[in-house]
């Protein structure tokens, strides 16, 4: 069946790089105007704008009320994203944070960056327990997380890295001229 449109959410000042849902009911943006804003898509109206990032927000991620994004600012923030508060600012890499993710019930959050690391987060310290050099000569464009795994992307190879041990347990080349934009990792029931 074809699928209507029901409303055009419009609100950022420039391009929307990513979007998450949060439910069935909000739908949470980032955009290159450096605001994430939080959607009612049932009424089609902005609920609430988070400032506080100064470079474009290339990623966010939500689960449950927290929220992670990372920026051309070089941070993670970590948001209640349905009070609309800033939890924290994370600080550690040393360019562009292009990609996070988020495993709430751990409280911990990740960040891929142009620095070629992954961070892996305490949201509740807000702090970092552990970083990974990725090699390579790419910048980080995408990362998932899924039981001590995370799997990332720079363009050209795609890697599956264990956390516990640090170590890169899979790399792939991508062939041809395609480029990879995004990876996503989950477990399979």
């Known amino acids: 069946t074809a699928h209507k449109k029901t409303a055009t959410l419009s609100g950022h000042a420039r391009a929307v790089w990513s979007l998450n849902f949060l439910s069935d009911k909000f739908l949470v943006s980032a955009s290159h105007d450096s605001n994430i804003k939080l959607w009612n898509i049932q009424r089609g109206q902005c609920y609430r704008t988070l400032s506080g990032h100064t470079g474009p927000v290339w990623m966010v991620k939500c689960s449950k009320s927290t929220a992670v994004s990372g920026s051309q600012d070089c941070t993670v923030k970590v948001w209640n994203i349905i009070k609309g508060k800033l939890i924290g600012t994370l ?3 040393t360019k562009s944070v292009f990609t996070v993710d988020i495993h709430q019930e751990d409280n911990v959050g990740f960040s891929g960056s ?3 690391t992954v961070r892996v987060w305490n949201l509740t310290r807000l702090e970092c327990i552990v970083v990974l050099p990725v090699q390579g000569s790419l910048p980080i464009l995408s990362l998932s997380h899924c039981n001590g795994l995370i799997a990332l992307n720079t363009g050209q190879k795609i890697s599956l890295l264990d956390i516990g041990t640090k170590k890169l ?3 792939q080349d991508t062939l041809g001229e395609s480029k990879v934009t995004s990876v ?3 477990q399979l029931y």
């Open 91 to 93: 600080n550690g890499h």
């Open 114 to 116: 142009s620095d070629k």
């Open 169 to 171: 347990i899979y790399q």
């Open 184 to 186: 996503s990792l989950r």
